[in-house]
């Protein structure tokens, strides 16, 4: 079983949907949890940063993080065609070095 | 643009070959990571150098090396190819060695045949 597990979809919602991205992790050791978005033929781009539990909150973009269930969200409110991506949710540890655990990503596709 | 550059853009070669990937930090970024990304394993950390030295490792095989030179630019040499090692490298940047704010280049992708 690997340590981070995410849908790679690919997941097709309307423009202006509410997207809901998920990831489930085994390690009750994270942390830290990050969310990157990912366009086509282009490295990875830091979104959403969260320590421990809780909400944090950046214009459209929310990041959950319910360490209870071992389940992190990222919501994407008034999804646009720009959008369009694959997600990939990361985390680690909070002691030792900077060693981050990726989920597989995914795809999304916000249709116009 | 990130600001994080890496050359080749693209690279074939055949099984048994040895290869090199160079990367260009972000100016000012102390720390350098590399990245292997394939379709079935998805994004994997391999190595993180911090002002020249080693400082993490992750799923990196024998096979592989890396180090970061004084001017701070950072080479993955991979040899013994294998068809298996066909995959997109990424490189990352950070200012520091203990900040997860990470900087993603474009990629090498690398084709063994």
């Known amino acids: 079983q690997k340590e981070v597990e995410q849908d790679p979809g690919p997941l097709s919602v309307p423009e202006g949907a509410i997207v809901s991205l998920n990831c489930t992790y085994s390690n009750s050791a994270f942390q830290y949890f990050m969310w990157y978005r990912q366009y086509s033929r282009k490295g990875p781009e830091l979104l959403m940063y969260t320590y421990s539990s809780g909400n944090k909150e950046d214009g459209r973009f929310t990041a959950q993080v319910d360490k209870s269930s071992k389940y992190i969200s990222l919501f994407i409110r008034d999804s646009q065609p720009s959008d369009s991506a694959t997600y990939l949710c990361?985390?680690?540890?909070?002691?030792?070095?900077?060693?981050?655990?990726f989920g597989t990503g995914t795809r999304l596709k916000v249709l116009a | 643009d990130s600001g994080v550059t890496q050359t080749p853009k693209h690279l074939i070669t055949a099984t048994g070959q040895r290869v090199t990937l160079r990367c260009s930090p972000r100016?000012?970024?102390?720390?350098v990571y590399w990245y292997q990304q394939s379709l079935d394993q998805g994004l994997q950390f391999l190595i993180q150098?911090?002002?020249?030295?080693?400082?993490a490792k992750g799923n990196i095989l024998e096979r592989f090396s890396a180090q970061q030179f004084p001017d701070l630019h950072s080479e993955l040499n991979l040899s013994s190819l294998e068809l298996g090692d066909s995959a997109l490298y990424f490189c990352a940047s950070s200012p520091d060695k203990d900040t997860d704010t990470q900087y993603f280049g474009p990629g090498t992708r690398l084709t063994v045949l």
């Open positions: 150098y911090y002002n020249g030295e080693e400082r």
């Open positions: 990361a985390m680690r540890r909070s002691s030792g070095t900077y060693k981050y655990i």
């Open positions: 100016s000012g970024d102390l720390s």
